[in-house]
C-alpha cells in the first residue's frame, strides 16, 4: 500500500488489530494508537474495543483501564472489552462491579457467559438476573434463569424474587409464583413484600390479603413496605376504610411509615 503511495484509513487499522488480536500478535496496541494519531487518523469505538483487550491480554489493565476511562462515549462493546479483559487477567471482582454499573447491566450475553465461567453459582447468577431485571431486558433474565437450571443451579428464595419483581407481564408473574410455592422454600419478607405487590397490580386483592394475613400465621414480620404495598393495594380497589384501618395498626404496632405510604392514603 505504501509503495503505490496508498494512505490507510481507520478501517484498515480496524482490520489489521482485529487480525492480529485473533491470532494473539497483537503485541503493540498503544503503538498502534500512536500510529493512528500521527497518520491524522482518529481511532473508532473498534479501534479503542481491540486495543482494550489487547492490553489485558499483556496483562497491562492500568492502561486498558485508561483509555476505557478516558472514552467519552462508550457502547455495548466497549464495557464488553473491558469485561473481558478483566476475565482474561482473572479479575472477577471488577468484572462484576462493572457488570453491574449502569451500562454494564446491558452488555453482550457473551461477556456476561464468559464472566460465568469463572464462579458459576446461585449468587452470580442472581445477581446477573438482577441487572437484567433492572434495566427491563426481561428475555435474556429469563433465558439465564432457563441456563440456570440447565446447568443444575437450583434458585433460592432470593432468585425468585429478583425474578418475580422484574417480571410485567400476568402470565410470567403467576408461572413465577407458583414455581415458587412448590420449590418448598420458606419465603422471607421481601418475597412475602414483592408477591402482595404484584398481587395488587394484577387486581388478585384477594390473594394479596392472604399472603399478608399468612405472614402473620408463619411468624413473619412485617415491615414498612409490607403495609405500604397492601395499603396502596386496598386504597387502590376502593377499601379506603380497610387501609386506614391497616395504617392505625402499623402505628400501633411500632412500624413507622415513610412518604410512600402517606402518599397511598391519599
Known sequence: MKGNRLKPDSIFYDV???????????????????????QGLKPTSITHNLVIEGLCKEGKMKEAE???????????DSYAAMMNGYCEGNNTRDAFKLFLSEKGLITKRASCLKLKGFIPDVVTYTMMLNGYCRVNRLNEAYNLFDDMNKKGFKPDIYTYTV???GARRREDVMSIIQEMKKS???????????????HCHLNN???????????KDKGVERNTVT?????????????KEKAVELF?????????PNRSTMKALK
Open 16 to 38: 489489521i488489530a482485529n487480525g492480529l488480536s485473533r491470532c494473539d500478535l497483537f503485541n503493540n496496541p498503544i503503538g498502534l494508537l500512536h500510529d493512528m494519531k500521527s
Open 163 to 165: 425474578l418475580l419483581h
Open 227 to 239: 403495609y405500604t404495598v397492601i395499603i396502596r393495594g386496598l386504597c387502590h380497589h376502593g377499601f
Open 248 to 256: 392505625h395498626e402499623m402505628i400501633s404496632n411500632g412500624i413507622q
Open 184 to 198: 418448598g422454600l420458606s419465603f422471607n419478607v421481601n418475597c412475602y413484600n414483592v408477591m402482595i405487590d404484584k
Open 205 to 215: 386483592l384477594h390473594e394479596a390479603v392472604c399472603l399478608f394475613k399468612e405472614m
Open 66 to 76: 485508561d483509555i476505557f476511562n478516558s472514552l467519552q462515549e462508550k457502547n455495548l
